[in-house]
C-alpha cells in the first residue's frame, strides 16, 4: 500500500455504491461476471488508446473505466461469496 491507497480504494467503493443504485443486488453467473469485467477492461484499453493515438488529451477517462474494473471485480466477488453462503445455509438444513 501508498498513501494513495485509502484514496483510490474509497473512489471504488463509490463506484461501488453508483452500481448498487443503478442496478441493484446482482447475483449472476460467474461467467456473466467475467464478460462484464471484460467489457470494462476493454473500455479502458480503448481509452488509453484514444489517448495513445492522440485522441484523448488527457487520461482521466482511462482512470475512470479502471476504477469501473476493480469495482466490477470486488461485485463479483461479493456476489460469489453470497452465492456461497447460500449454498452452505441450504445444505446445512
Ligand atoms: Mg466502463
Given at each position: 500500500?501508498?498513501?494513495?491507497?485509502?484514496g483510490?480504494?474509497?473512489e471504488?467503493?463509490?463506484?461501488?455504491?453508483?452500481?448498487?443504485?443503478?442496478?441493484?443486488?446482482?447475483?449472476?453467473?460467474?461467467?456473466?461476471?467475467?464478460?462484464?469485467?471484460?467489457?470494462?477492461?476493454?473500455?479502458?484499453?480503448?481509452?488509453?488508446?484514444?489517448?495513445?493515438?492522440?485522441?484523448?488529451?488527457?487520461?482521466?477517462?482511462?482512470?475512470?473505466?479502471?476504477?469501473?474494473?476493480?469495482?466490477v471485480?470486488?461485485?463479483?466477488?461479493?456476489?460469489?461469496?453470497?452465492?456461497?453462503?447460500?449454498?452452505?445455509?441450504?445444505?446445512?438444513?
Open positions: 500500500m501508498t498513501q494513495a491507497t485509502p483510490v480504494l474509497a471504488v467503493r463509490r463506484e461501488r455504491e453508483r452500481q448498487d443504485a443503478k442496478w441493484g443486488e446482482q447475483n449472476l453467473d460467474p461467467a456473466v461476471w467475467l464478460m462484464i469485467l471484460g467489457e470494462e477492461v476493454g473500455e479502458a484499453n480503448n481509452a488509453a488508446l484514444e489517448h495513445l493515438m492522440g485522441n484523448a488529451r488527457d487520461l482521466s477517462h482511462y482512470r475512470t473505466e479502471l476504477l469501473q474494473v476493480a469495482a471485480a470486488v461485485s463479483a466477488v461479493e456476489s460469489l461469496d453470497r452465492q456461497q453462503a447460500r449454498l452452505a445455509a441450504s445444505t446445512n438444513q
